[in-house]
């Protein structure tokens, strides 16, 4: 069975830092491309930043400068470094895992909260 969990997830103030883990089981984690997305509340899901098997990036506009999203395939985990956060930030969370027709995967995400 294929399980992505989140974790990291909190309430911190604007300005501050979090990073969220995700952890993938059951695939071959380094064939996928790995992306984190978000969803405020009466809004729709967007996406964060994604990270391919090779390590190209990808950001949303709003997030460009300020997370920074990574991978360890040893560990078979993707991060999402997040600074300066700001309370438009405020979201669930969730982990993608996408490999095409292959198979695409979500984690049941967590929640961030930035206080102003």
């Known amino acids: 069975q294929v399980q992505l969990v989140e974790s990291g997830g909190g309430l911190v103030e604007a300005g501050g830092s979090l990073r969220l883990s995700c952890a993938a089981f059951?695939?071959?984690?380094?064939?996928?491309?790995m992306g984190w997305y978000r969803q405020a509340p009466g809004k729709q899901r967007e996406l964060v930043a994604t990270i391919s098997s090779r390590l190209s990036t990808n950001y949303a506009d709003s997030v460009k400068g300020r997370f920074t999203i990574s991978r360890d395939n040893a560990k078979k985990t993707v991060y999402l470094q997040m600074n300066s956060l700001k309370p438009e930030d405020t979201a669930v969370y969730y982990c993608?895992?996408?490999?095409?027709?292959?198979?695409?995967?979500w984690g049941q995400g967590t929640q961030v909260t930035v206080s102003s």
């Open positions: 059951g695939l071959p984690f380094n064939l996928y491309r």
């Open positions: 993608n895992a996408d490999w095409g027709s292959f198979g695409q995967f």
